[in-house]
């Protein structure tokens, strides 16, 4: 852990499967948010929480939020103390990957900028293409920039509104 000035995270959260101890979804991710303010972390600022549909196969419904975190923390360790989490919610690494879980955190930005690693890139390759993401974010970090884009988090989230909602208005053209 470096001692320097503290980084400071955009932290992703969902849930679609109830928890033997917490209960349903929304209140895993309450639970997870108190673990984000533990042990060398420091929960700055946490969106509500929002419902969602689930990407790929699963047919539940996810709960998402997004925290502000403030750590010592490298990427690389604060992925393997956000994966220690999980593991302690029941998250195994193992099967499909868009499966059901009870618990996904992922790190979406840093205010290190872009970082590149085996097991890690930030800003989140795909956080600019998910609602689920950038709205919870937007609540808590609207100005925050996307240091590939240059765009902040409220104009990702209109950019993506208003592609998701000329999708749903255009026309279908038939052969």
């Not at 992703?12 to 928890?19: D, E, K």
């Not at 033997?20 to 997870?32: E, N, Q, T, W």
């Not at 925290?67 to 919610?89: G, M």
């Not at 930005?109 to 293409?129: K, S, Y």
Request: net charge positive; hydrophobic share 40%; with cysteine.
């Amino acid at each position: 852990m470096n001692r320097a000035e503290p980084h400071r995270y955009l932290i992703a959260l969902g849930s679609n499967q109830p928890h033997h101890r917490h209960g349903s979804p929304r209140k895993v991710l309450i639970a997870a948010l108190a673990r984000l303010d533990h042990k060398g972390l420091h929960l700055e600022a946490a969106s509500p929480v929002i419902e969602s549909a689930p990407l790929g196969p699963s047919h539940r419904r996810y709960a998402n939020c997004a925290a502000l975190v403030c750590s010592n923390y490298d990427p690389l360790a604060l992925l393997k103390r956000l994966q220690n989490i999980e593991a302690k919610f029941g998250r195994r690494r193992i099967g499909r990957k868009w499966r059901a879980r009870v618990l996904d955190l992922d790190i979406v930005m840093w205010n290190g900028g872009a970082f590149a690693g085996d097991d890690l890139i930030v800003p989140h390759p795909e956080f600019r293409n998910r609602a689920f993401v950038l709205t919870p974010a937007r609540a808590i970090s609207a100005d925050w920039r996307d240091t590939i884009s240059g765009h902040t988090i409220r104009q990702l989230h209109f950019r993506l509104a208003r592609s998701l909602t000329r999708r749903l208005t255009q026309p279908h053209l038939l052969p």
